[in-house]
């Protein structure tokens, strides 16, 4: 499963030597450890960095910003975007905080298959003053757990990725000199130096922790992007439901649904799809709220939809008619699997 939540992080924290860190060498740092995972398909090219400076004396104040930095194959080649980032942040004199943030696509492997997350891992880098630089590594999938967050056994799932998280770990620990520090456990799971603990010898912190937490989480960032309304259907449902999938330039992002007995409908983000899930659904939730406007039960919102689609860039309705599911659960597992 993809979650919106980190499953699990490591840090590294390295002291600066007498001449300080630059921001130029945290740029080459943090593409180091980019390659890393990408020499195991944990990232890929088209990774998007940030790059943020604020002044040390005083955080509000920010001296540079960019965001939506794409990773080349060699993202540090002269004229880059990001090595023009790093180059203009080098230039800058006096105590300040650096962070760069590598959100990365990556594929997860299961038996006769490979699958493509927009965001498998992130890579958080900070600077403090030129003193102390501290790397953090986050996942955002269980593939690399003996149990995934529904408290599934996935031997196979597990023994094709595992591997590969603990190869990358040891990679970023060799090039910064030190082993990581697992962070805390979580809802979902608890690192370890080399991946994750087992949680078949201990059980989960919480039972079925995606089931648990991802509705809410995709709900809070979904409601986030959306002005405040009282015309809204319910979230929730315990009926069957009615979909559609959403699709831009052969992409999944999502599915809009209806149910088939009560009063709810929505918008279910397709994880692996990354911010443009999330960014499309906003678009469609909109289009709910019109429909609820005009007075239409949810199973005529949804007939409505095929007809009064948001513009382009949230995407199209992939079926001519609804598809029909079990469950809303059911249909918020295939967005969070496939």
Request: hydrophobic share 40%.
């Amino acid at each position: 499963m993809i979650t919106s939540t980190p499953v699990g992080d490591w840090t590294w924290e390295i002291p600066a030597e007498d001449a300080g860190i630059r921001p130029a060498a945290a740029a080459r740092t943090a593409v180091a450890v980019w390659n890393e995972l990408t020499e195991r398909r944990l990232a890929a090219p088209g990774s998007r960095a940030g790059l943020l400076v604020r002044a040390g004396s005083k955080l509000r104040d920010v001296l540079l910003e960019r965001h939506g930095l794409r990773l080349t194959t060699d993202p540090l080649a002269p004229g880059s975007a990001f090595a023009q980032a790093a180059a203009q942040a080098d230039e800058l004199d006096g105590d300040f905080v650096l962070t760069i943030r590598i959100d990365c696509p990556g594929w997860w492997f299961e038996p006769g298959s490979e699958y493509r997350a927009e965001k498998l891992f992130s890579i958080h880098l900070e600077v403090w003053d030129g003193r102390l630089l501290v790397v953090t590594l986050e996942t955002y999938s269980d593939a690399w757990l003996t149990m995934d967050t529904r408290d599934r056994e996935q031997p196979e799932v597990y023994a094709a990725n595992a591997p590969r998280l603990a190869a990358a770990l040891e990679g970023i620990s060799a090039l910064l000199g030190s082993p990581p520090t697992p962070g805390d456990e979580n809802r979902h799971a608890a690192p370890s130096p080399t991946g994750f603990e087992d949680p078949r010898s201990e059980g989960p912190a919480y039972v079925d922790s995606w089931g648990t937490f991802e509705g809410l989480d995709r709900a809070s960032r979904l409601t986030s992007l959306v002005p405040r309304s009282d015309d809204e259907y319910e979230w929730t449902t315990e009926h069957p439901v009615r979909y559609f999938t959403v699709q831009r330039e052969g992409r999944t992002l999502g599915f809009v649904w209806a149910s088939v007995g009560d009063a709810a409908a929505g918008y279910a983000p397709r994880t692996a799809a990354g911010d443009e899930a999330f960014d499309a659904g906003a678009h469609w939730l909109l289009r709910l709220r019109e429909a609820h406007r005009q007075g239409l039960p949810p199973l005529a919102a949804l007939d409505w939809l095929t007809r009064n689609s948001p513009q382009p860039e949230a995407g199209h309705l992939l079926e001519d008619s609804a598809r029909e599911i079990a469950s809303l659960d059911a249909l918020e597992e295939l967005s969070g699997k496939c």
